[in-house]
Structures are given as C-alpha cells and as structure tokens.
C-alpha cells in the first residue's frame, strides 16, 4: 500500500485505519503505477494512482489476499474492502472518466468469475490489462495480452 493510501485511510479514522498492517506490501501498489503512467492519467497521476490502488486493494480483502489490511476480522475485511472500493469509485467519477469506470467495472466482472471457476491467474491478467487500460487505452491493453 501506499503512503498516500495509507495517509488518506488513517485521516478517516475508525476501524479500517487500526486494522491497517505497518508492513504494507509495497507490490500491492505496482498495478496502481501502471495506471498512472500511461499517457491518460497525464496530470493526474497521483489521483489514478490513488483510485486505482483502493479498488485493487478493495479486490484484495473481498478474495483474502490482501497484505495491508489485518484480515484476522473477515466482516471487517469485507467492509474494509467495500469501503476502498467506494473511495476509489467515488475519486473515478469526479475525475469524470468515463472509458476508466467501464475498464474497472470489466476488470471487477472478470476477478469475480475468475474466482468462481477457480483460477486466480486469471483475476491477475484482468488486473494487469485493465491497469494497461486505464493508462494507456484499450487498444494498447488488447495488444499487450
């Protein structure tokens, strides 16, 4: 997770920011960089970023795998995760990008039926295009698979 993520958690206070981990692991951030590098997220880096990082962390503790926030509390880990996909939603729709609110809801659909079927390897390419995506188009994500 990042500091940003982190900083913006603890501000809200309550139970997500004290199940926060202090040893976040920094590679949960890695899919949040590649969305905010491409040539789309131009001056807005930080916020896609941002976004990007709390729906995919939120996508984490729905599956059970996330590394930043204490899952010893399933309910809570559940909420938590419902919680950073609303601030990630939330920060999407104001940024009024609408290709990138169609890219995540996909990447969502497509983790989740990856998950029903048992392959997680596929919730992890939907991850690594939609993040492609929402940086650089669909046409440079449909090209990288």
């Not at 939330?90 to 990138?100: N, P």
């Not at 169609?102 to 990856?114: G, H, K, N």
Request: proline letters at 2%.
């Amino acid at each position: 997770m990042s500091d940003r993520l982190a900083a913006v958690l603890r501000a809200e206070g309550g139970l997500l920011a004290q199940a926060l981990r202090t040893d976040p692991d920094a590679e949960d951030a890695r899919v949040a960089q590649v969305a905010a590098s491409g040539p789309r997220s131009a001056g807005r880096e930080d916020e896609v970023a941002l976004l990007v990082e709390a729906i995919h962390e939120a996508y984490l503790l729905h599956y059970g795998v996330s590394a930043t926030v204490s899952q010893a509390d399933g309910d809570l880990a559940l909420l938590a995760g419902d919680r950073l996909y609303a601030l990630g939603l939330d920060r999407l729709a104001r940024l009024g990008d609408l290709e990138s609110v169609d890219v995540l809801a996909e990447v969502i659909a497509r983790c989740a039926e990856a998950h029903a079927v048992g392959d997680p390897g596929a919730a992890a390419a939907a991850w690594r295009a939609g993040a492609e995506a929402v940086g650089w188009g669909r046409q440079h994500a449909s090209r990288s698979r």
